[in-house]
């Protein structure tokens, strides 16, 4: 592993980025990992997490970023504090995933990939969380919501907005 000056994440992250290219045979293999993290640490994979995830992993940057362009759950621009991710795949959708993704956009005010003015949300059409026995479901950041209806997104919305949702700490 190259050594990093002056990282661009918190001790805790850096630390844990030397611990995760230790548990696997090949180096390379931490680097969705490392993406995640750093993602959640700066709020996007700007160009400096690029640069550093490459130097970290003796990669080039490039190979990063052809990574990067794969996964649709990591983002080159920032995302809203809540990140709402609406599931439209088939179970979701049979039972009403384009309608909880309208009545998103509407109460947000944006469409897919945008973020409010304030910054509080922003919004993505996601094609599955996992949660097909429960459609139609919602992610906010980490946390699921399931067996939406338009009067339950609102109260989701309402406590986020609030500082209420489920991840608030």
Same mark, same amino acid.
């Given at each position: ?8 994440f918190s001790p805790a992250t850096a630390a844990?980025? %030397? ?8 180096? !390379? ?5 490392? #993406?995640?993290?750093?993602?959640? *640490?700066? +709020?996007?994979?700007?160009? @400096? ?6 130097? !970290?992993? =003796?990669? #080039? ?34 039972? +009403?995933?384009?309608?909880? &993704?309208?009545?998103?956009? @509407?109460? &947000? +005010?944006?469409?897919?990939? /945008?973020?409010?003015? =304030?910054?509080?949300?922003?919004? *993505? *059409? ?8 429960? @459609?139609p479901a919602m992610q906010v950041n980490y %946390?699921?919501? /399931?067996?939406?209806?338009?009067a339950k997104v609102d109260v989701i919305l *309402?406590?986020?907005?609030?500082? !209420? +949702?489920?991840?608030?700490?």
């Open positions: 592993m190259s050594t990093v000056t002056d990282s661009i844990r980025f %030397d611990k995760l290219v230790t548990l696997y045979p090949v180096k !390379r293999s931490a680097l969705v990992p490392m #993406l995640l993290y750093a993602q959640d *640490e700066v +709020g996007y994979v700007s160009d @400096a997490v690029v640069a550093e995830i490459a130097q !970290r992993l =003796d990669l #080039l940057e490039l190979d990063v970023r052809g990574v990067l362009s794969y996964y649709s759950m990591l983002r080159t621009k920032p995302a809203g504090k809540y990140n709402v991710q609406v599931c439209t795949n088939i179970s979701c959708m049979l039972v +009403g995933g384009y309608d909880i &993704l309208d009545h998103c956009k @509407a109460k &947000l +005010g944006i469409g897919h990939k /945008e973020v409010t003015a =304030d910054g509080l949300f922003s919004l *993505e *059409e996601v094609e599955c969380i996992g949660a097909c026995c429960w @459609a %946390d699921f919501h /399931e067996n939406l209806t338009p *309402e406590d986020y907005a609030a500082g !209420r +949702g489920k991840d608030v700490k």
